[in-house]
């Protein structure tokens, strides 16, 4: 298994950032896929789960209506859309095999964010 993240980088607050994580070594399609974050200093939070058929089921309520996961299993990548952001979104970003609250799953080289002024 592979997750790859990238996309990540530097933001002043209010702005915007996509991330991606192409997938490999496993059947992407079948798989319910997240996004976990660690900020500096803090434990990991999860951000966002999407399911096998795309529907998305869960959200952290910070990001709700900020942030937008998605994927292309053509591509075998998910997304991470992330608008609006605040200098508390800086973090660590890693895409997650099979994992949501409760799950652990498996978790691909992160990506880093960090909006500042």
């Known amino acids: 298994v592979q997750l790859q993240a990238s996309g990540g980088g530097v933001v002043q607050p209010g702005g915007s950032l996509r991330l991606s994580c192409v997938a490999s070594?496993?059947?992407?399609?079948?798989?319910?896929m997240s996004w976990l974050r660690q900020p500096p200093g803090k434990g990991p939070e999860w951000v966002s789960v999407i399911d096998s058929d795309g529907t998305t089921t869960y959200y952290l309520d910070s990001v709700k209506g900020r942030f937008t996961i998605s994927r292309d299993d053509a591509k075998n990548t998910l997304y991470l859309q992330m608008n609006s952001l605040k200098p508390e979104d800086t973090a660590i970003y890693y895409c997650?095999?099979?994992?949501?609250?409760?799950?652990?799953?498996?978790r691909g080289q992160g990506t880093l964010v960090t909006v500042s002024s």
């Open positions: 070594g496993f059947r992407y399609s079948s798989f319910a």
């Open positions: 997650v095999k099979d994992g949501r609250p409760g799950r652990i799953g498996k």
